[in-house]
Nanobody
Framework: QVQLVESGGGLVQAGDSLGLSCVAS????????TGWFRQVPGKEREFVAG????????YYADSVKGRFTISRDNAKNMVYLQMNNLKPEDTAVYYC??????????????????WGQGTQVTVSS
């Protein structure tokens, strides 16, 4: 079983930067796909970014491409999301996720196995 804990959320102004971190425990996630989703009340969980086990391939939602960067440190069992030039529409609860790679379809939240509790990001205009 994998436990994920996010940190780094907060309240920022439009144009600011913020970094999120996610630490995994229970087992190593070095061979797992990992990613970030976000959700606002009343809406479905939305794909933000994903990264394969080696870090060699990354995937982004069109809405964050060029502004957000996902990375991972397998030695530390951690995943990161660097968010630059934040916009009010980025306001959401951000969730870290991980899954065995053979079972995941990156943009479909129903195919991911493990989730953190989420961290709130609020961007004021």
């Amino acid at each position: 079983q994998v436990q994920l804990v996010e940190s780094g959320g907060g309240l920022v102004q439009a144009g600011d930067s913020l970094g999120l971190s996610c630490v995994a425990s229970g087992r190593t996630i070095s061979t797992y796909a990992t990613g970030w989703f976000r959700q606002v009340p009343g809406k479905e969980r939305e794909f933000v970014a994903g990264i394969i086990w080696s870090g060699g391939n990354t995937y982004y939602a069109d809405s964050v491409k060029g502004r957000f960067t996902i990375s991972r440190d397998n030695a530390k069992n951690m995943v990161y999301l660097q968010m630059n030039n934040l916009k009010p529409e980025d306001t959401a609860v951000y969730y870290c996720t991980a899954s065995e790679p053979q079972s995941v379809y990156y943009t479909d939240y129903t195919t991911w196995n493990y989730w953190g509790q989420g961290t709130q990001v609020t961007v004021s205009s």
